[in-house]
């Protein structure tokens, strides 16, 4: 199984300030078609998960643009350009290139100074 | 789109229950389904996921052949069987489109314990 680490596992931002989070891959998440099945994923308090970054580096329908995702291979990063009060919340990395099973990152909390 | 869980509660060691998922907004019949879930505390566990017709279906190792997906094309509902659960299955279950995991449902709790 693919192993997805992330780091770092807590984040404090001050506010306005930019964020970054890593996710690496325990084997190269191309495939022999040269895609990459690799999202992002942002879970605020009391809500569900929801996608913001899908194939490494677009961004999903309302996402706003202060979020960008990026990386090839083993390691990606989202990033964050100006964080906001609401972004605060728990971010997974996922991969899907080489499923069954599907795997997350342990998740990393970001959380405002 | 819109994904409604039901099904969840507290059911003893060894018991079953089954989760249904009503998935509306969405083509629901030309795409697989997943479920994944998210123990008290926890980060998120992919469960499993059934492909668009139904024939093909992969669990995770935890959960092989006591967890069953299933699907009801004609009523755009997806399901999962749990049986002989355990405490380590208490979870918020959460019923996602795809396996790019494109929209969740709110979730359902399952709590195993006597």
């Known amino acids: 199984d693919v192993v997805m680490t992330q780091s770092p596992l807590s984040l404090p931002v001050t506010l306005g300030q930019p964020a970054s989070i890593s996710c690496r891959s325990s084997q190269s998440l191309v495939d022999s078609n040269g895609n990459t099945c690799f999202h992002w994923f942002q879970q605020r308090p009391g809500q569900s998960p929801r996608r913001l970054i899908y194939?490494?580096?677009n961004r999903d329908s309302g996402v706003p643009d202060r979020f960008s995702g990026s990386g090839s291979g083993t390691d990606f990063t989202l990033k964050i350009s100006r964080v906001e009060a609401e972004d605060v919340g728990v971010y997974y990395c996922m991969q899907c290139t080489h499923w069954p099973p599907i795997t997350f990152g342990q998740g990393t909390r970001l959380e405002i100074k | 789109v819109q994904l409604v869980e039901s099904g969840g509660g507290l059911v003893q060691p060894g018991g079953s229950l089954r989760l249904s998922c009503a998935v509306s907004g969405y083509t629901f019949s030309n795409n697989a389904m997943t479920w994944v879930r998210q123990a008290p505390g926890k980060g998120l566990e992919w469960v499993a996921t059934i492909l668009l017709d139904g024939t093909r279906k992969f669990y995770v190792g935890s959960v092989k052949d006591r967890f069953f997906i299933s699907r009801d094309n004609s009523k755009n509902t997806l399901f999962l069987q749990m049986n002989t659960l355990r405490a380590e299955d208490t979870a918020i279950y959460y019923c996602?489109?795809?396996?790019?995991?494109?929209?969740w449902g709110q979730g359902t709790l399952v709590t195993v314990s006597s």
């Open positions: 194939r490494v580096s």
């Open positions: 996602v489109t795809g396996h790019w995991l494109d929209y």
